[in-house]
């Protein structure tokens, strides 16, 4: 599957801030002014988004924008089927991480009896349900409607039935269910997390490659030993937030910037150890917010840079 198409996913009604459905144009604008034709290389296509929904008041206290956020994740969801379908890979740009969980459903329905690794990498654990969110803004629960888990030993929440209602729809897009194993869960540079999100990392054993472990082991050892661990695994899909990344080294070009990130050089070796298996199926960028960005568009130069090199390997492969 090296016949790359792109969809991009300008998305951006689960995020806190606003700003990175710009992300995925402050991509092309890189290449632009670099004189690449990347873009113009590979088809493409549009996820439609729901983002007028930004302009009236949410009506779900716990799960903001969720009805807007059903049609993107079934979007979403249909493209990635379609696109592995016609033999092609299907590569994400996207703005915030909230559809994300769609991603997922559309490779688990497109490989509904194959066992997928997910390959998290991020700055935030994204496990929150609207049982145990403390803002109700949806970019922290796509995990949980990936492993279809409320986390509610740990609710904080009252939830109306029209919510509930609504939440169990959104975890069904695509693929009834679980759509992967905690086993197979892989976490990256995560680092800032509340009390509900430790909870299920201990009670499902998450493994979490924390920044100090990169630094110390290397980016070919941590390849070596997620390879190993999703050996059992048939199909992978990589989904990178760039605020895995260390805001100082890059920008603070992001939806929610955390200290103390990967550098650029260990995560370009990382992100390329990981896309050379041959059973990544799906990659995907997130969070690029050029409205937030201090050095005008840093964070979009620097994971165009990552992105050239991601593609290069998979062409190679």
């Known amino acids: 599957m090296k016949n790359i198409k792109f969809l991009f ?29 990347i873009f113009g290389d590979y088809p493409f296509s549009d996820i439609k988004t729901e983002n007028q929904l930004l302009n ?27 696109t592995i379908a016609n033999q092609q890979f299907p590569l994400l740009l996207s703005a915030d991480h909230g559809s994300a969980g769609g991603t997922i459903a559309g490779i688990k329905a497109a490989f509904p009896d194959k066992r997928l690794g997910v390959i998290w990498v991020d700055a935030h654990g994204d496990l929150h349900s609207p049982y145990t969110t403390p803002s109700g803004n949806m970019h922290g ?6 492993l279809n888990d409320n986390n509610t030993e740990c609710q904080r929440n009252q939830l109306p039935k029209e919510t509930s209602d609504l939440w169990e729809e959104l975890k069904s897009v695509g693929f009834k269910g679980a759509k992967v ?30 920044v100090e472990e990169v630094k110390d082991k290397g980016a070919a050892t941590i390849v ?3 390879n190993h661990h999703l050996a059992d695994c048939d199909i992978i899909y990589v989904s990178f937030d760039v605020d895995s990344m260390d805001p100082i080294e890059t920008s603070h070009g992001t939806g929610t910037p955390v ?36 050095k005008t568009n840093k964070m ?18």
Not at 61 to 76: T, W
Not at 260 to 280: R, S, Y
């Open 224 to 226: 070596s030993e997620i």
């Open 259 to 294: 200290p103390n990130g990967l550098g650029v050089a260990e995560t370009k070796a990382i992100l390329k150890g990981l896309v050379a298996n041959p059973k990544l199926v799906c990659f995907e960028v997130v969070e690029i917010n050029p409205c937030l960005d201090e």
């Open 9 to 37: 996913n300008r998305s951006e009604i689960t995020a806190g801030t606003r700003g990175s459905s710009l992300g995925p144009d402050a991509l092309k604008i890189v290449a632009w002014k670099q004189g690449k034709t």
């Open 181 to 210: 194993a905690p086993e197979y869960l892989i976490f990256i540079g995560v680092r800032d997390v509340e009390e509900e999100e430790i909870a299920i990392m201990n009670r499902l054993n998450l493994r979490n490659y924390t």
């Open 300 to 317: 979009a130069e620097t994971a165009f840079e990552i992105l050239e090199e991601v593609i290069t390997t998979i062409e190679n492969k």
């Open 141 to 146: 629960m796509p995990l949980s409607t990936a």
């Open 56 to 82: 009236i008041h949410p009506k779900h206290q716990f799960a903001k924008r969720i009805e807007g956020l059903i049609a993107v994740y079934k979007d979403v969801s249909q493209q990635i089927q379609e």
